[in-house]
């Protein structure tokens, strides 16, 4: 029955949680001992010493290193839209006119369909 399973499944559980206790004990255990395993008489030397040959070549653990600094996002304005619609009139290109502006091709290219500069796909 259900309720068989359910008992089951608590027991199994209290065992769980009373191994993962145990690990985290042995684990503590373990890694106090490290320093004297290895011949330092504190656990300050050890860490110098784990530092030091590690090298200079240890990265900061992060979530996200950005190549390059996060560009703000563009504000298009109708000042904006008008200078596209102005520079695409004078023939200048998707990407000249975005350099200029200062927004990116996919904005110019909705600005251009937006204001029906572009034509229809066939």
Do not use: C, H, W
């Not at 068989?4 to 985290?24: F, G, P, V, Y």
């Amino acid at each position: 029955m259900v309720t068989d399973k359910i008992k089951e499944l608590k027991e199994t559980q209290a065992k769980m949680a009373e191994l993962e206790k145990s690990i985290a004990t042995q684990l503590a255990k373990e890694l106090a001992a490290l320093p004297g395993k290895y011949g330092f008489e504190t656990v300050a030397a050890f860490i110098k010493a784990v530092k030091a040959s590690a090298g200079g070549k240890r990265k900061a653990a992060s979530p996200r290193k950005p190549s390059a600094p996060r560009r703000k996002r563009a504000v298009i304005t109708a000042e904006t839209k008008t200078q596209v619609k102005s520079l695409t009139e004078a023939g200048k290109t998707a990407a000249e006119i975005g350099k200029e502006v200062g927004i990116s091709l996919p904005s110019v290219q909705n600005i251009k369909k937006e204001l029906g500069l572009v034509k229809a796909r066939k």
